[in-house]
C-alpha cells in the first residue's frame, strides 16, 4: 500500500497518532527524495489532523505549507488537497462567503483536472456553505445533483457525507426529527466504511444534533436517531424526498 492509502486510510479510521507518525517520516523522505507529490500529501494529512482536533491556525498553516510545494512544483493537480483544506478552514470558522469562493474554485480545478468523483465531492461542500449563508433553494439544487452523481457513479465511500448533507437540509427547514433519523443513518453509512466523518462534517452533525436537541428535546432525538441507523442510506433518502 503506498503512502497516500495508508494515510488516508488510517486518517478515515481515526488513527491520529498514526497519521502524524506517517506524514512526519514521508516529509523527510519526500524531501530528501525531490518527491513534491509524497509532500504535498503529507503536509495536507497534517492539516487534516489539526481541523480534527479543532485548531483550525494551524491547519490552514498546514495547508498552505503543502500548497507552496505544490506551486514551485508547477503540477496543478497537487493543488487540489491542500486548496479543499483551505476551504475547509473558512467553511469552520464561519467565514462562509470566503469558503463559497474558495469550493467554487476547487470545483472549477477538479473540472480542468477531469476528477468527477472530487467535483461532486467539492458540489456537497459548496451546497454546506449555500446552506449556511441561508440559501435553502441553491443548496438543495446542489445537493440533489451531487447525490445524483454519486448514487449514479457507485461512489459508495461518499454515502455517508450525503447522509450527512440531508440531516444538515433537513434541520435547516427546521425539520428535527427528520435530521435525527438521517444523522443516524449517517452513523451506520460510515460504521458500514469502518471510518468516522471528516471534521468539517463532524462539525455539521454536532450543530443538526445541538439543534435538534434544543427543537425537539435529548430523548426524542436520541430516539428518532436510533431508528434511523437501522435504515438503508438510499431508501432512507430517497424516502426523505418531499
Known amino acids: 500500500m503506498s503512502f497516500s492509502e495508508s494515510v488516508r486510510s488510517a486518517f478515515r479510521r481515526g488513527e491520529t497518532d498514526t497519521v502524524v507518525r506517517l506524514s512526519e517520516a514521508e516529509i523527510e523522505r519526500a524531501q530528501a527524495a525531490g518527491d513534491p507529490a509524497g509532500e504535498?500529501?503529507?503536509?495536507?494529512?497534517?492539516?487534516?489532523?489539526?481541523?480534527?482536533?479543532?485548531?483550525?491556525?494551524r491547519g490552514e498553516a498546514r495547508a498552505r505549507e503543502a500548497l507552496a510545494v505544490a506551486l514551485r512544483s508547477g503540477d496543478r493537480s497537487l493543488e487540489?488537497?491542500?486548496?479543499?483544506?483551505?476551504?475547509?478552514?473558512?467553511?469552520?470558522?464561519?467565514?462562509?462567503?470566503?469558503a463559497r469562493v474558495l469550493y467554487q474554485d476547487s470545483i472549477a480545478l477538479n473540472e480542468a483536472l477531469d476528477q468527477p468523483r472530487m467535483v461532486a465531492s467539492e458540489?456537497?461542500?459548496?451546497?454546506?456553505?449555500?446552506?449556511?449563508?441561508?440559501?435553502?433553494?441553491?443548496?438543495?439544487?446542489?445537493?440533489?445533483?451531487?447525490?445524483?452523481?454519486?448514487?449514479?457513479?457507485?461512489?459508495?465511500?461518499?454515502?455517508?457525507?450525503?447522509?450527512?448533507?440531508?440531516?444538515?437540509?433537513?434541520?435547516?427547514?427546521?425539520?428535527?426529527?427528520?435530521?435525527?433519523?438521517?444523522?443516524?443513518?449517517?452513523?451506520t453509512a460510515f460504521a458500514a466504511l469502518g471510518q468516522v466523518p471528516d471534521p468539517d462534517d463532524a462539525a455539521d452533525l454536532a450543530a443538526v444534533r445541538t439543534a435538534g436537541e434544543r427543537a425537539i428535546g435529548v430523548n426524542a432525538f436520541a430516539?428518532?436517531?436510533?431508528?434511523?441507523?437501522?435504515?438503508?442510506p438510499r431508501t432512507a433518502l430517497d424516502d426523505e424526498q418531499h
Not at 495536507?44 to 489532523?49: D, G
Open 40 to 57: 504535498v500529501e503529507a503536509r495536507y494529512s497534517l492539516a487534516r489532523v489539526a481541523l480534527r482536533g479543532g485548531d483550525l491556525p
Open 123 to 187: 458540489m456537497h461542500n459548496l451546497a454546506l456553505c449555500e446552506l449556511g449563508l441561508g440559501n435553502l433553494a441553491v443548496a438543495t439544487q446542489l445537493l440533489a445533483e451531487s447525490r445524483q452523481r454519486i448514487f449514479r457513479n457507485g461512489w459508495t465511500d461518499f454515502v455517508p457525507y450525503v447522509c450527512v448533507a440531508g440531516a444538515a437540509l433537513a434541520s435547516a427547514e427546521g425539520d428535527h426529527e427528520r435530521a435525527a433519523r438521517l444523522s443516524g443513518v449517517a452513523d
Open 223 to 232: 430516539l428518532a436517531r436510533a431508528s434511523g441507523r437501522h435504515l438503508d
Open 80 to 98: 487540489e488537497r491542500p486548496r479543499h483544506v483551505l476551504a475547509a478552514v473558512a467553511r469552520m470558522s464561519g467565514d462562509l462567503g470566503r
